[in-house]
């Protein structure tokens, strides 16, 4: 079965940096979009950021960007997102996911949507303090 496996969570302060992994097993990783999305408590599960099957295009919620970067290693089965600047605001469980359907082209509208993914990992939670 397809799997999802999330890492590199913890506590920062605010300024640091961290750097989430989420390894994929059980589906050829090389074919599908992959996102990240987080939730806070109390809120509802909201996009991050995104990067097409073939690495080739990135995109990123207006709050993460300039911060944040998005990338995989389809040798790998790995997906990555770099945090930096962190914010108090970025606390949350960070979940990542995988395209409901191989080699979709799309805009960020598609992306952005949590419909639009049909695995996702168990989440790593991201504790950003003041």
């Known amino acids: 079965q397809v799997q999802l496996v999330e890492s590199g969570g913890g506590l920062v302060q605010a300024g640091g940096s961290l750097r989430l992994s989420c390894i994929v097993s059980g589906r050829t990783f090389s074919s599908y979009a992959m996102g990240w999305f987080r939730q806070a408590p109390g809120k509802e599960r909201e996009f991050v950021a995104a990067i097409t099957w073939n690495g080739g295009t990135t995109y990123y919620a207006d709050s993460v960007k300039g911060r944040f970067t998005i990338s995989r290693d389809n040798a790998k089965n790995t997906q990555y997102l770099q945090m930096n600047g962190l914010k108090p605001e970025d606390t949350a469980v960070y979940y990542c996911?995988?395209?409901?359907?191989?080699?979709?082209?799309?805009?960020?509208?598609?992306?952005?949507?949590?419909?639009?993914?049909?695995?996702w990992g168990q989440g790593t939670q991201v504790t950003v303090s003041s």
């Open positions: 996911a995988s395209d409901r359907r191989p080699r979709t082209i799309a805009t960020i509208n598609y992306f952005s949507r949590t419909f639009s993914y049909d695995y």
